[in-house]
């Protein structure tokens, strides 16, 4: 059985950094490319960042470059987010995808797994 656990939201004030992390169980966790979506509410799903399963390449929304990083340690099957500068427009709930490709996506269709969610509060 699959399974991806989010964990590393809190509530933060505006300006202020967290790292997300998604711990893999159950797949080849590299053989899968992994992605940060992010959803607020009456929103839909949006993409934040992705990460090619080798880790050699990384892609980002636009309202996240320069701030978010993401990353990968295959020898842990963990998957993370380093969120820096935050804003309150990234107040949402986070999930990581992951999808059975050499490439990630920008569409959440894409991806064959998700985790739960981790809730991201950012106050002004």
């Known amino acids: 059985q699959v399974q991806l656990v989010e964990s590393g939201g809190g509530l933060v004030q505006a300006g202020d950094s967290l790292r997300l992390s998604c711990a893999s169980s159950g797949l080849s966790f590299s053989a899968y490319s992994m992605a940060w979506f992010r959803q607020a509410p009456g929103k839909e799903r949006e993409f934040v960042a992705g990460?090619?399963?080798?880790?050699?390449?990384?892609s980002y929304g636009d309202s996240v470059k320069g701030r978010f990083t993401i990353s990968r340690d295959n020898a842990k099957n963990t998957v993370y987010l380093q969120m820096n500068s935050l804003k309150p427009e990234d107040t949402a709930v986070y999930y990581c995808?992951?999808?059975?490709?050499?490439?990630?996506?920008?569409?959440?269709?894409?991806?064959?797994?998700w985790g739960q969610g981790t809730q991201v509060t950012v106050s002004s």
């Open positions: 990460i090619r399963r080798s880790g050699g390449s990384t």
């Open positions: 995808g992951a999808r059975g490709s050499p490439f990630a996506s920008g569409r959440s269709g894409d991806y064959d797994y």
